[in-house]
């Protein structure tokens, strides 16, 4: 089992920027496939970025690339999503995965967070 609680999320200017942290709990964190993301309002929850169990592989939604970075500690049981140049279309409720494949597929995760709220102002 894994637990995943998101945080960091909060209201930001256009052109800001937030650090969204999701800290993992269960012994699996360290070989897990982590994904980030993101559900706006009254629509379905896209991949916004994914990283594979030792950092060494990430990939990214197209309408995030060049402004957003996920990252990982193992050590810390944490991974990171680092946003940039925050636009209002950015605006979502971000959540957290845990899988055992890196994929940009919501289907292949197995853990979820709760979700942290991001909201941009234009």
């Known amino acids: 089992q894994v637990q995943l609680v998101e945080s960091g999320g909060g209201l930001v200017q256009a052109g800001g920027s937030l650090r969204l942290s999701c800290a993992a709990s269960?012994?699996?964190?360290?070989?897990?496939?982590m994904g980030w993301f993101r559900q706006a309002p009254g629509k379905e929850r896209t991949f916004v970025a994914s990283?594979?169990?030792?950092?060494?592989?990430?990939k990214y939604a197209d309408s995030v690339k060049g402004r957003f970075t996920i990252s990982r500690d193992n050590a810390k049981n944490t991974v990171y999503l680092q946003m940039n140049s925050l636009k209002s279309e950015d605006t979502a409720v971000y959540y957290c995965?845990?899988?055992?494949?890196?994929?940009?597929?919501?289907?292949?995760?197995?853990?979820w967070g709760q979700g942290t709220q991001v909201t941009v102002s234009s």
């Open positions: 995965a845990a899988g055992t494949a890196y994929s940009g597929y919501a289907a292949r995760y197995d853990y």
């Open positions: 269960g012994r699996t964190f360290s070989s897990a496939a």
């Open positions: 990283i594979n169990w030792n950092g060494g592989s990430t």
